[in-house]
């Protein structure tokens, strides 16, 4: 054989040899075969691992490549990935238990030299240290530890992973944090960076630097971490290559670094509720790559919209800036950022109208301008197509006016349009019944009249309608709802709207909240037994009379709010009602009747206020009731004691029992009820004396106890009542000293009132130190002394104040206890809730109380009543008391007051009741002003006084025959002629025009103020055609002396 035919076999044979063990080793990576060293590792890393469900029961064998979650290379058979991570995120979904893995990370993981991908994130590895032998791992490019239950500090060895590429360590389950991202600097080849809630609050501003140095980063996610700092410069901008930037729900403090604009490849940058301030850069609109832009809830980001808008923002997509102090208009140049898609501006200031070149961004598909200044009306037409990709339009929450312009029925894929709460008139237009795919219209809170038209009733998809709180009228049939299949919220209250709608009508759907308060229901809605998914139900005031069908209770076991106040249902209530746990029930107001109902024991809040019910409180209330917040049943015939089970109501925050018949003691246990805010007993028969314990509540806000027959003193227990703001104890029989302490003990009080007792002693110094008082009423007692001039220092007396600062106690999903307080003024008692807030008055009537009115008193210009009136004291009357100028009602009758009426009262033109009876006044009575415009009695019983309006003529006035003004005619009586008519006319009016305002708004204060006009108005009509010939002869006299 020759040398070259050996060599020929040799390379032939050689060949065979390479093919065998290509073909070998495929077959072995095809068979899944470990190598020993790798099966061992996995076996041990398996074992060290908490598996209930037995999710790893395919590894076993030697064929580690089939095994669930492993990945093995081609090639060489060698494993190069682990995922295991639970697919089910979401750790309220039932199946994530399921799938979660807990135990250790065991070290053997060494073992597997090739391993590039690992991905443990949602297991629950119960707080252990994630091991630092994972920087080790050298040969990883992906990692994925996040929400796994891993705690403590980072080890820095994780930053020897140079060929890391993707790194997700985001912790939500378990505190994670790291004191420095130095380490990071080592992974050189990183481009996605994932540590959203990990706590870098130690880092300051220096993870800024510590990323800069990664220049393949394109992507950087630290929602949530605490972070406090960020520099406002960094040279040079190495991580050049940064697409998506999220640092939100930070709190940075800080400016809108310009750097930010030197990032020529951000794509997407996030800095939601990130403690932002000062102006955005305008600058970041000419980001080239920038189309994701979302700076919301920072709330101190300002910048003029017309000029932001104005920007080059050349690919911007998404631009979000919602809740901050945007202002300015909306320019005409923002149809032409042509590639938007959502424009969110929610919640700023921004004003003036929507321009129609809006309608030329034909790709935007939201539009949310809620919550701004916008004026003016909505455009009747839009430049272009009407926006032909829009699905969300949201204008709520501003000042648009006229009427629904005709292009909102051509926007063919809205799916949401929210113009609630603005100043929208006329007609509900019937093309927007020609939305095909519209789930959510949200018209309330306008101005709408008109009935809304049948082609709602066409809108398939619709899934919430509101069209409450409008100007709506007409009737409301079957019509309206006829293809609503999907509707789930239908809410058409308070409008004048007439619900006729047949008893044996079957609705299309089920709704789950269903409000129809102030509607007028023509029958009770008997289609309601068809709604199996009611969860709200409103029929308040809707003129629903006699029993409720029985089936009615059915429907109450998925309710958690059920509201059928205001109507005039009567019968007694079945029991026991059962509803849904954590339910608000409010049935007050009709004319329910019968022993009080026994509900199921969840519910929350419970209002029977206003009603008929009778017999006694259940003594085992507390275990009807253990979850009860609000419980309202007063006014009522309710007798008998309150039960010492009400104090095993731990949560209740509001109980008010007043205005029944209830007699016995306080029970002492309601000081378990350490959450109550409200306590309302007044009007009944209790006894005894108050409590010590009660000092103990001391998150009371209001005690009224008033209109009982309580005695004793007032237990200095109380004064721990430190967030006391309303203190009530009227018309019952206490006695000794008004204590010092009230006015160190709290500081927060507003409404004094003791009024009625038997309570004696010197008016204390202390009461000067309540800064917050607006009432002070101590009238009807045995005080005596001097009236303190340090109650001048009262600075809530010393200023107007505004309408609704009232607290309303016991907030609770929209229900609340509204503050109120019975006065007496002008001898009728007035019920103070809603113009509480107006309120300013000192009423001391009624004592021993002597000496003179502290002129400090005339600091107090905030005072709207004034009542001194029934005590001892004397001296003259201040002319500073004009300073008091906006008083509306003066008592300073049956005392000693000596002395001329002060002329400069004339200035007081808001006062309407003035009473100065009975005391030794002396002099003309001042006519300037209208204050001879009032009522004789209000000077009689002050013998030394003369002048008009009394019946007695002063010295210096003219001879009676030459008078021009009053004629006396043969009985007595005073005539006053026409030229009288006028004057009085006109010194009226002197105070009219600035007391109209105040009356425009003092609601209680206009009653009184109309009864004197009334009554003047009377007296003159009476005096003229009583005396119709005086009348004519002195217009004669002046007519004659006209022509002389």
Known sequence: MSLSCCSCIAHFLLLLCLLHAQFGTSNCASDGACSSEELQSLLQFRRALIDPDNLLSSWQGRNCCHWRGLSCDNLTASVISIDLHNPYANASDPRYDLWNLSGRVDHSLLQLKFLSHLDLSYNNFNGLQIPSFIGSLKRLKYLNLSNAGFAGTIPFRVGNLSELQY????????????????????????????????????????????????????????????????????????????????????????????????????????????????????????????????????????VDSFTLLRGKWRQIEVLRLASNQIYGRLPDSIGNISSLIELDLLSNNIEGGIPSSIGKLSNLQILDLSGNNLTLDLPLHLIKHPLPKLRTLSLAVNKLSGTLPGWLGELANLETLDLSYNSIRGFIPSSIGKLPFLATLDLCGNQLDGTPPYSIGQLTKLHQLDLSSNHLTGTITERHFERLNDLKFLLLGFNSLTVNISSGWTPPFQVQNLGLGSCQLDQFPYWLQTQKELEFLDLSNSSISGELPTWFWDLTSNLLLLNISFNLIEGELPKPLYINAFADVDIRSNLLSGPLPVFSNFVELLDLSNNQFSGPIPGDIAELQPYIIFLSLSNNNLSGEIPNSIGLIQELQVLDLSRNNLSGPIPASLSNCSYLKALVLEYNSITGTIPPSLGSLRQLQSLHLSNNLLHGVIPPSLKNMSNLQTLDLGYNNFEGAIPVWIGESFPALRILRLRANKLSGQISYGLSKLSSLQVLDIAGNDLEGQIPGSLGSLTAMAIQQRPNQYVQYGFYRGTYYSESLSMVINNRQLVFTKTLSLLVSIDLSDNNLSGEVPGELMDLSGLLVLNLSRNQLHGEVLQQISELQNLLFLDLSNNQFNGSIPASMASMSFLSYLNLSNNNFSGRVPDAGQLGTFDPSAYSGNPLLCGAPLNVSCEDDPPTGKSDGIVIDGSGSILEDEEFYVSLGLGFASGLLGLFGVISIRKTWSVVYFNLVDSIVDWISKMKNMFPGVTDRRRKSRKARTRK
């Not at 991202?181 to 080849?189: A, D, K």
């Not at 992507?219 to 940064?242: E, R």
Request: hydrophobic fraction near 45%; proline fraction near 4%; include cysteine.
């Open 167 to 302: 790194l997700d360590l985001s912790s939500s389950l378990q505190p994670l944090f790291a004191d420095s991202l130095q380490w990071v600097t080592g992974l050189s080849s990183l481009r996605h960076l994932k540590m959203s809630g990990v706590d870098l609050s130690k880092i300051g501003s220096d993870w800024v630097q510590a990323v800069n140095g990664i220049p393949s980063l394109t992507l950087l996610d630290f929602q949530a971490c605490g972070l406090t700092g960020i520099a406002q410069s960094i040279s040079p901008v190495n991580f050049s290559s940064l697409a998506v930037l999220d640092l939100s729900f930070n709190s940075f403090n800080s400016e809108i670094p310009y750097w930010f604009s030197n990032l020529s490849s951000l794509v997407q940058l996030d800095m939601v509720s990130a403690g932002l301030y000062g102006s955005i850069p305008v600058e970041l609109s000419a980001t080239p790559s920038l189309r994701h832009l979302d700076l919301s809830m920072n709330g101190n980001l300002t």
